[in-house]
């Protein structure tokens, strides 16, 4: 079976749901996650870029002490909090989060998933689970800058419509209130770990925009 949906059958018998691994489309099984995830406009919201939320958001809720529950919460989160992707922002995360709550439906957790998919949208919260996924998800923004470049270039992909004028003032506009946020990340392992190169790589693809910060 597929990390992709692996990772989703074990987060759902976590919580006590049921799946059958030779039937994806079963009750609370992945259904169509892979199939969404490798749809070919994506350039960056792909299957490398849900596990490595996934796996960051793992990491950070182990880092504070979360229980396997809420692992497991995060985990789903995690892996539907792009599964609808058409650039329609809020859009999509609604309709990912419709998606995750019809997925889940007789879990306990199931709003619980839809609500953490749903913040992502505004990226802004108060809840302390959610805030682990939020963090999880700018992950990239502090890696290293051969990876940075790879994820730039996947965005722009994404965007590939858009004239090159249009596009730098709207990156730039986006890369401007990431690097005005003190802190950007909220979670302390996720600040301590991750805050000082990201903040390094926005001012960088600022100024290569001819946009100093």
């Known amino acids: 079976m597929r990390e992709l949906e692996a990772r989703w059958c074990e987060a759902v018998a976590e919580l006590g749901g049921t799946h059958d691994p030779d039937d994806p489309d079963g009750a609370q099984g992945p259904g169509d996650l892979a199939t969404r995830y490798a749809e070919p406009h994506r350039g960056y919201h792909n299957t490398d870029h849900a596990l490595a939320v996934a796996r960051d958001a793992d990491l950070l809720a182990r880092a504070d002490g979360r229980t396997p529950r809420e692992r497991a919460v995060l985990a789903l989160a995690a892996l539907a909090h792009d599964v609808v992707y058409d650039g329609r922002h809020g859009d999509d995360e609604r309709r990912s989060a419709e998606w995750a709550r019809d997925r889940l439906a007789g879990l306990p957790e199931a709003d619980q998933v839809?609500?953490?998919?749903?913040?992502?949208?505004?990226?802004?919260?108060?809840?302390?689970?959610?805030?682990?996924?939020?963090?999880?998800?700018?992950?990239?923004?502090?890696a290293d800058p051969d990876v940075y470049e790879r994820y730039r270039a996947a965005v722009r992909a994404e965007y590939a419509h858009v004239p090159d004028d249009a596009w730098r003032v709207g990156r730039a506009n986006v890369?401007?209130?990431?690097?005005?946020?003190?802190?950007?990340?909220?979670?302390?392992?996720?600040?301590?770990?991750?805050?000082?190169?990201?903040?390094?790589?926005?001012?960088?693809?600022?100024?290569?925009?001819?946009?100093?910060?």
């Not at 108060?126 to 682990?132: K, Y």
């Open 114 to 142: 839809a609500d953490l998919v749903l913040a992502t949208a505004d990226h802004a919260s108060d809840d302390p689970l959610t805030c682990l996924l939020l963090d999880a998800d700018l992950a990239v923004l502090a």
């Open 175 to 213: 890369l401007r209130a990431l690097a005005r946020r003190d802190p950007l990340y909220v979670t302390p392992h996720a600040h301590e770990r991750w805050e000082a190169r990201a903040k390094a790589n926005l001012a960088a693809e600022l100024s290569s925009l001819g946009d100093p910060p």
